[in-house]
């Protein structure tokens, strides 16, 4: 069984103000304004330059910090800290704010988080974060579902309602210091639990196997370099992934726990730089499943969980730029894909579409059924049960899900459309939900939970009922201390709203069960709007936009821009408490759903990624100059923030709209790309091929230099405000890409604006921060309070 994570519910100086101008082209005017707000009296750190030529296709350029990758260098280490103090230094005026931002965000926070339990087979597993703790317990307890004889046995046992705690990260925190579990699994007789954890912030998982009856951790069972992990059907025999010291899980091992034996037999071994492993169970447990995949291709093989070692069969064979995703249900494999269909289907060839096939014989392209999405419709995922297929939909950028008898009683040799098949869709509500599925284990089970959320809509978890078509809320996350009026502390305020069904061309009528079912927003308070952005191309871009319905005043607010667009992500727009904290003062908050991240149409991702990289950026530019232009924020208080790849949009961005942005926020920010991607020994550099380009070619090597932010900065430029976040021990994004920026737009941008680019980075962490309930609230209202500092909204 899979665990979703608990969600995050997330001195002084003497200063000397420093007015100056200087030249500059900006978004809107021509000439730089001055600084207006205090800056430390001491300049930023200078780091030393060593001469370094990079070469490539017949041209050379000097990286003279190049010698920063080298994070063993005690002089790398130093300068870190200095400027981490010169951070602090300019933060200094900002101790109060920052403790307050603390305090409003802590508040908002209920003192323990708990999740629903779910059933599986005569347990209910749940997870809970205990008050004053940082992080979540998992824990189960046994009740059977019906049947007096097993439940008189379990009262006997006393097991009936007793709670076990299965795994308490808190525990290994505390011994630790640090603790991040990648997966948990438990095995198909409940007996065992195996699960990957990272002490170190390395990324680099160990395996243990915890025997859940004695209570205790098998001393032979602990691997290093661990990602995923699947269960054969005899609770005995596992299957897991192993990394090479590039961190990309490439071979598949064997082990079976009851035996004398305990070595690991060698199942499959991925020799492609360029592919991962990834290793699975079907849901009825009927088979495991090994996924070899790039960024944008894969092949499946699968292993009968009966016969664990009966070897491997190959059902999906690899094919460039063509993915498969199998399930199984009841003599038949249901394969999500978007492979190349026949010339007589008519079919647009993007997106995909499901097929099945029969176990005896599946054959790419000669699938017995396939399922064609419709027009406007793309399909994005699937989940199989006994008498259910639950599709993962997205109908022109809105997402949603459906469910469809099975077995699907149709067999055709010609292509079916969706709607044909009856799908029942889920009523959600219809202000921009955000959908997220539940483990959702039990194959048996006929309903189907999911999280539902919004920018104006805290978390619910909601079951659908998929034979009786009803639905109900299970859980909504607890805000506490709400209210319009900064600072102050009030009850709960929420709007209970009617949830239609938000499917346009459904034949079926909200029945009663969905009529009365009611949710908790705070759309009275905060008004959400989703407005289209004409990009450069004419290309329509999503755009959410979310304000104080009290405080906002037309061409007068502070704003702050989220992007991402890369990988086929789709940009998170859940709702986030946090974030009460800029809205409720005056702040414009928005989601620019750029090209290259996912949703919106098939082609989304394919169109801002590669050779079509600058779509993302040229979108996102849009994005931000809409929201001036149509006065929801002032001219020169727009702010942006990035994270990770997302900083290639605002790094570009700011490089090539100058005076666009007053302030940004770039966290573990992805902007040295060329010279990772150039460097075979960086982790991701060759799975980044697909997604980037491969600047060893030289068309792919100058479209990523054409944009790539570190190479582009401006010679005697302005820069607008930057905080730079960077964790020392990211295995994903180098920190050194961080400092290497920042040190070159204080080197060859505006002396006076590059006082305001500071670089925090924390020593101690990887790629996602400290993590934690309460822990990740000091980074926020640190980035909240920099914002504020040199918006001018600092008193406030």
């Known amino acids: 069984m899979a665990f979703p994570s608990v969600q995050r519910t997330r001195a002084s ?42 070469s490539a296709h017949g041209r050379t350029w000097q990286d003279p910090f190049h010698w920063m990758s080298d994070v063993d260098d005690p002089e790398f280490v130093e300068h870190l800290r200095r400027e981490n103090s010169y951070a602090e230094a300019f933060m200094a005026d900002t101790g109060e704010l920052q403790a307050q931002l603390v305090s409003e965000m802590k508040n908002r926070v209920p003192a323990e988080i708990r999740t629903p339990p779910e059933r599986w087979g005569p347990w209910l597993y749940y997870q809970y974060i205990p008050e004053g703790k940082e992080f979540p317990v998992l824990c189960r307890r046994l009740e059977a579902e019906k049947g007096w004889a097993e439940a008189i046995l379990s009262y006997v046992r006393g097991q009936q309602g007793r709670e076990q705690v299965l795994l308490d990260w808190n525990e290994i925190a505390e011994q630790h210091g640090y603790v991040h579990v990648g997966m948990c699994r438990v095995s198909p007789d409940h007996r065992f639990l195996a699960y990957t ?34 269960w054969a059907k005899d609770g005995s025999t596992l299957f897991y992934t192993l990394s090479n010291e590039h961190q990309r899980p490439y071979r598949v091992l064997c082990t079976k726990l009851r035996s004398s034996n305990l070595e690991s037999a060698v199942v499959f071994t991925e020799r492609d730089s360029k592919y991962c492993v990834d290793i699975t169970g079907t849901k009825d447990g009927k088979f495991i499943t090994l996924n070899s995949s790039s960024r944008n291709s894969s092949e499946v093989y699968v292993i009968d969980a009966d016969n664990p070692l009966g070897g491997l069969r190959r059902i999906c064979e690899r094919v460039s730029d063509v993915r498969f995703f199998v399930e199984h249900h009841y003599g038949s494999f249901y394969i999500l894909t978007n492979a190349p269909l026949c010339e007589s289907v008519q079919w647009n060839g993007h997106g995909y579409y499901l097929a099945r096939s029969m176990v005896e014989d599946p054959k790419l392209g000669k699938f ?82 999911v999280v539902i959320s919004s920018p104006v809509m805290p978390d619910v978890v909601a079951e659908y009922d998929m034979s009786r078509h009803t639905f109900s809320t299970i859980q909504q996350e607890e805000v506490r201390c ?14 209970n709203f009617v949830s239609p069904i938000n499917v346009e061309d459904t034949k079926e009528e909200p029945n009663e069960n969905c009529a009365m079912q009611s949710w908790k927003d705070f759309s009275d308070m905060y008004c959400c709007e989703r407005k289209d952005v004409i990009s450069h191309d004419g290309i329509r871009i999503p755009l959410t936009i979310l304000y104080s319905k009290t405080l906002c005043q037309k061409g007068k607010c502070p704003g702050l821009l989220h992007g991402y667009g890369a990988y086929g992500e789709v940009l998170d727009i859940s709702w986030c408490s946090n974030r009460l904290s800029l809205l409720n003062r005056g702040w414009v908050v928005a989601f620019a759903d750029v090209r290259g991240g996912g949703g919106v149409n098939s082609l989304w991702h394919t169109s801002g990624r590669g050779a079509y990289k600058q779509n993302s950026i040229h979108d996102f530019a849009s994005c931000a100059k809409y929201l001036v232009h149509e006065g929801y924020v002032r001219d020169g208080k727009l702010c942006s923030i990035g994270h990770s790849a997302g900083c290639l949009l605002v790094g570009a961005a700011i490089n090539m709209y100058p005076g666009l942005f007053h302030a940004a926020i770039m966290k573990v920010p992805f902007l040295d790309i060329c010279n990772t991607l150039l460097d075979p020994n960086m982790p991701l550099a060759l799975l980044d091929h697909e997604e980037f380009g491969d600047p060893h070619i030289l068309p792919q090597f100058e479209s990523i230099m054409s944009y790539a932010p570190y190479d582009n900065i401006r010679e005697g430029g302005c820069y607008p405000s930057t905080l730079v976040s960077a964790s020392f021990l990211d295995s994903r994004v180098g920190v050194w890409e961080a400092a290497k920026w920042v040190a070159k737009v204080r080197e060859v941008g505006c002396s006076c604006c590059s006082h305001s680019v ?39």
């Open 13 to 54: 100086l003497i200063l000397l103000t420093i007015a100056r101008s200087c030249r500059r082209r900006r978004f809107l005017s021509t000439v730089c304004k001055a600084t207006s707000f205090a800056l430390p009296p001491q300049p930023p750190p200078v780091p030393k330059r060593i001469p370094f030529a990079v």
């Open 197 to 230: 954890i990272d002490i170190n912030a390395s990324e680099w998982f160990k395996l243990q196997v915890k025997d859940l009856d004695r209570g205790c951790i098998l001393p032979n069972i602990q691997v290093e370099g661990v990602v995923s992990v699947a």
């Open 368 to 449: 017995q059924n396939v399922v064609l999405p419709g027009e406007s419709v793309t399909i994005e995922d699937m989940d199989v049960f006994n008498g259910h297929l639950v599709l993962s939909i997205d109908k022109e950028g809105v997402p949603m899900l459906c469910s469809i008898n099975l077995p699907i009683n149709v067999d055709s040799e010609h292509p079916m459309i969706l709607e044909h098949l009856n799908p029942w869709f889920f009523p959600v509500p219809s202000n921009f939900c955000s959908i997220l599925p539940g483990s959702n284990h039990d194959f048996m089970s006929q309903s189907y939970r």
């Open 482 to 495: 709400v209210s319009a009026d900064n600072g102050s502390s009030t009850p709960d305020y929420v709007k």
């Open 758 to 796: 500071i670089l925090r980075t924390n020593m101690s962490v990887g790629h996602f921060g400290e993590g934690g309930h309460y822990r990740h609230l000091e980074e926020t209202a640190f980035d909240y309070a920099f914002l504020m500092k040199v918006t001018g909204a600092f008193n406030k």
